[in-house]
């Protein structure tokens, strides 16, 4: 069974095309973004799944 969507990410990657740029990604600073998310949940994982607190 051939996925439509893979079908046509493929094709489009072929011809150059890779979409519009999403303005979260752009940023030279992601992946500071990215670790201040997970550590602002710590105190969510530290009390759903290590039951401290």
Same mark, same amino acid.
């Given at each position: !069974?051939?996925? &439509?969507?893979?079908?046509?990410?493929?094709? !489009?990657?072929?011809?150059?095309?890779?979409?519009?740029? &999403?303005? @979260?990604?752009? @940023? +030279?600073? #992601?992946?500071?973004? &990215? #670790?201040?998310? +997970?550590?602002?949940?710590?105190?969510? #994982?530290?009390?759903? &799944?290590?039951?401290?607190?």
């Amino acid at each position: !069974m051939r996925y &439509v969507n893979f079908d046509t990410a493929v094709e !489009m990657t072929k011809n150059g095309d890779n979409g519009i740029p &999403v303005p @979260d990604y752009t @940023d +030279l600073n #992601v992946s500071t973004k &990215v #670790v201040k998310i +997970l550590q602002s949940y710590t105190n969510v #994982v530290d009390k759903i &799944v290590w039951r401290k607190g």
